[in-house]
């Protein structure tokens, strides 16, 4: 018994240090106007952070964009994710060397994607804007992605799906190679279509994968970060292009108000719970019907 | 008319890896234009039309960006952190699946599900108490101060990963041994740990991965100009020089080898399973 505590301490010590004291503290910090400098000088404020934030604007435009982005990177990424799935779960040759170059992306550290992406969509002369006026000639002068409250979330939502689609096609082919074969050469036999194969058997027994799929990435979406930072250098124009953690991160480390910040932190870890709670109630019921 | 069955097949065949280059190509493009800008003149980073082909091609942007800059510096920094960051979170991780997966002792359940909680705290919410806790402990403007918040990240995680890796050993093989006598640490150090061996490479991937991307930490932790890691030197020295995309890039390609190389090598660890579940970068 005493041997397992060596086996714990170095972990426990680390765990409890910077995640589970952190945790707690940031509860506690959420309830005071801090002062970072002498924080016995804090003063309690109840929770009128909270109901500051959920009064502001700011934050609200923060919580909208943040949901847009989750609403629409989520279900593209589940979608074409299967889709490379599929596609790799054929009996085709170079099946390794395809997984490598999906999954490019999704090691690539995010500051470098982002500044690829905010490179790509530059006003003047960037690829993007060549491509649809000189090519495409959709529109016949520059579009200035990067200036406009809401053009510039299509490169952080096009790198959004762009770099989490090999990790949800890696996750899916996992998914899709448990599905017993005999299944499909049953159904195929009895004359059952491609399509419907994929309808009638792949997807339902694909479900337990998806309903994984669908929470993990929308947490992953209500934690983007780096990329909005990045692209919109934290809200630009006029605060309008926050998400909830670009906010969370000007409000804390730039105008030091840290009660403000961590209270926002648990607005959005209260979210991310409630949502996932309700999407696997949901993904869970359709099981049944 | 009708087509024979082997006719039809080739052309979904046909079709299948018509579908997946495309893919491909989406998927690399970007990179491919990165590394095309990389090899750029000044002069030429905004030429239009835009070439998908360097000319005229030059390696200066590397060498400006390994030499003039600190991006050498930096990548000795990114990679001592995340090679310490990654031995230790293998070792001390590898240790506490261990005792949850064998030993008993009191409140093994309740701490294990305390670990578990840090699997679902979005990491970023952490950063305000961590800066002030590291700013007591003297651990602000240091690469130790990095080292042990990527460690503790990572804990829940990987305990959770390595915890079924030594379930799956038989246990007559750790009985023999401590019937002959053999300490639970020998008992764990020469028979469990070498039979865990893909799990730990899927620990060291994705502890490395992590480590060698991480941002908001290092962004707020490091104000030192000597002490960054490379996504913080990348991010600033972008924002410094608006338009200098070639040498940007040329650093950029020069951090995004080595995690090629590690993904590379550890591959097909991972691949085989589920295992990247829940690690999402």
Redesign the interface.
Known sequence: MGTAWLFLIPGVALFATFVLGPLIFSFRISFYDWNIINSGDSIWVGLENYARALGDPIFRRAVLNTAAYALVTVPAQIALGLGVAVLLNQAIRGKSLFRVLYYLPVITPWVIVSLIFEFIFIGQGGLANYFLKDVLHVTDQNIRWLADPILTFVPIFLLGIWKGVGWTAIIALAGLQAIPRELHEASSVDGASPWARFRYITLPLMRPTLVFLTVVLTIGGFNAYISNLLITNGGDPLDKTHFILTLMYEATFTRLDFGYGAAISYLLMFFVLVMSIFQIQLLRRRVEL | MTISPRTRSRAA?AF??A??IL??V???L??W??VV?SLKPQAF??????RLWPSPATISNYVEALTKENFGLYFLNSLFVATVATGLTVV??A??A??FAR????GKEV?FY??L??M???????????F??AKNLHLLDSLTGLI??Y???N??VQ?FLLRGFFEGIPKSLEEAALIDGA???VI?RRIALPLVRPGLAVVAIFTF?YS??E??WAH?AIKETSKRT??IG??LF??AHLTE?GQ??AA?IV??VP??IV??VF??HF?R??V???M??
Do not use: H
Not at chain 2, 45 to 50: G, Q, R
Not at chain 2, 103 to 106: N, T, V
Not at chain 2, 120 to 130: A, C, F, K, N, R
């Open positions: 065949r299948v890896y579908l997946l893919g491909v989406i998927v690399t970007p990179f234009y990165t800008t980073v905004f030429e239009i039309p835009p001390i991780a240790m506490m261990y005792a030993l008993e002792f009191p701490i305390g670990l909680l840090g679902m705290i979005p990491p970023v919410m952490l950063i305000i108490p961590q002030i806790i042990v918040v460690i503790s990240m804990l829940s305990t300490s639970q640490w764990f991965l060698w991307d941002f908001p707020v490379l996504p990348i991010a972008q924002s995309w940007v890039f950029s951090a995004i995690v090629v993904f590379a591959q097909r691949i399973g589920d990247g579940s829940g999402k970068g």
